[in-house]
Antibody, heavy 119, light 110 residues
């Protein structure tokens, strides 16, 4: 069974850092793009970042560029999102999602992990 | 700034048909944007319905179909059922590894 399980969410103060993790199973992880998508309370979905299969190509939404870093460890079937200089507006449920190729969006989603940025 | 627009809400009768659209504030949507569609119920993760304009994901009923209508991407639900009551989002691929979600449409079945 294809599965994505996020972890690492929690409460962090403004300006702080947090690293999210996503454990993948049931598919050949290294052959897929991977995404992070977030949803702020009561709001819509927002694409955050994407990484290619070998981790060499990463892209970001403008609102997180320079603060967030996406990475992956294919030996461990793990996806990460390092979030620095966190702001209140980064408060959201963060989902990891699989991307079947470069263009086709997301096909499998995790259940999400909640990040709250507040003092 | 790129804005992907969707209708805020739609109401459909059980058994009825509804077409949701996904447009761009800066031009027309074509297959070159590889539009995809997602369904989300409150408190749940999104579920992928359609990719690459019109390819249904595994297990998605054939009452869901995707297309390009005029200058927008479209998701049509034919024969709506009560459990289709959800929020629906489109995503467009903008090139250079950048994706933008639409504003979302809340569909009510009553």
């Amino acid at each position: 069974e294809v599965q994505l399980v996020e972890s690492g969410g929690g409460l962090v103060q403004p300006g702080g850092s947090l690293r999210l993790s996503c454990a993948a199973s049931g598919f050949t992880f290294s052959t897929y793009f991977m995404h992070w998508v977030r949803q702020s309370p009561g709001k819509g979905l927002m694409w955050v970042s994407r990484v290619n299969g070998d981790g060499s190509d990463t892209t970001y939404a403008d609102s997180v560029k320079g603060r967030f870093t996406i990475s992956r460890d294919n030996a461990k079937n793990m996806l990460y999102l390092q979030m620095n200089s966190l702001r209140a507006e980064d408060t959201a449920v963060y989902y990891c999602a699989r991307g079947p190729d470069s263009y086709y969006g997301m096909d499998v989603w995790g259940q999400g992990t909640t990040v709250t940025v507040s003092s | 700034q790129t804005v992907v627009t969707q209708e805020p809400s739609f109401s459909v009768s059980p058994g009825g048909t509804v077409t949701l659209t996904c447009g761009l504030n800066s031009g027309s949507v074509s297959t070159s944007y590889y539009p995809s569609w997602y369904q989300q119920t409150p408190g749940q993760a999104p579920r992928t319905l359609i990719s690459n304009t019109n390819t249904r994901s595994s297990g998605v009923p054939d009452r869901f179909s995707g297309s390009i209508l005029g200058n927008k991407a479209a998701l049509t639900i034919t024969g709506a059922q009560a459990d289709d009551e959800s929020d629906y989002y489109c995503v467009l691929y903008m090139g250079s590894g950048i994706y933008v979600f639409g504003t979302g449409t809340k569909v009510t079945v009553l």
